[in-house]
């Protein structure tokens, strides 16, 4: 029984963490739109529809966990380019399972 308690406990821990790195509206939305290539700033806030302040937090964030890198170009003005680190691939088979259930879901919803 205590086994079956620890399994449990390290599960929710594990999904606690993954939810700590890439929770929230914005995170996964943003790896997604990554994942077709880098994109500058103001690319990204015009594609995702986030704002400025928000997309600056949920990027450092991103960058922190090492799932997206940051390279300020040497162009006037400077622009700076996002794309995903080799890291953000471990999060494929989620991102996939997620959009397929997603799709599934829309289905459900507006029959």
């Known amino acids: ?16 963490d993954t939810l700590d790195v890439v929770g929230g509206k914005w995170k996964l939305v943003l790896i997604s739109v990554l994942r077709n290539g880098k994109r500058r700033f103001r690319e990204l806030s015009r594609e995702v529809g986030i704002s400025p302040r928000i997309l600056s937090k949920e990027l450092q964030e991103l960058e922190m966990h ?41 289905k459900k919803q507006i029959v």
């Open 1 to 16: 029984m205590q086994n079956n308690h620890n399994s449990c406990e390290k599960a929710q821990l594990a999904i606690q």
């Open 66 to 106: 090492g799932l997206v890198s940051r390279t300020v170009c040497d162009t006037k003005p400077i622009t700076v380019e996002y794309a995903l680190t080799d890291y953000s691939k471990t999060l494929s088979e989620v991102i996939v399972a997620m959009h397929k259930w997603g799709v599934e879901h829309r």
